[in-house]
């Protein structure tokens, strides 16, 4: 099943910290993918709920590795590449 805006978003809401830590990468491929996400720019209200959801529930996480995660996400979504090697 190819990734779409709603299976991101539902995977970046998740609140089970194993679950995070399992999709975060995912999250970020399908972010930098712009064949995969062409709806990434289009759909403002699910891009705003992701970021909030990002924002909210993955930086503020008291699990370092969610945090650092959810940084990265971040990261990717305001410059559009990685910054981690």
Do not use: H
Not at 16 to 23: H, N, S
Not at 51 to 72: E, L, M, Y
């Amino acid at each position: 099943m190819e990734p779409s805006m709603e299976s991101c978003l539902a995977q970046v809401l998740q609140k089970d910290v194993g679950r995070r830590l399992q999709v975060g990468q995912e999250v970020i491929d399908y972010i930098l993918d712009r064949d995969k996400s062409p709806d990434l720019e289009q759909d403002q209200t699910a891009l705003d709920k992701m970021v909030d959801a990002i924002a909210s529930s993955w930086v503020n996480s008291s699990n370092f590795k969610v945090n650092t995660a959810g940084a990265r996400q971040g990261s990717v979504m305001l410059w559009g590449q990685d910054m981690q090697p």
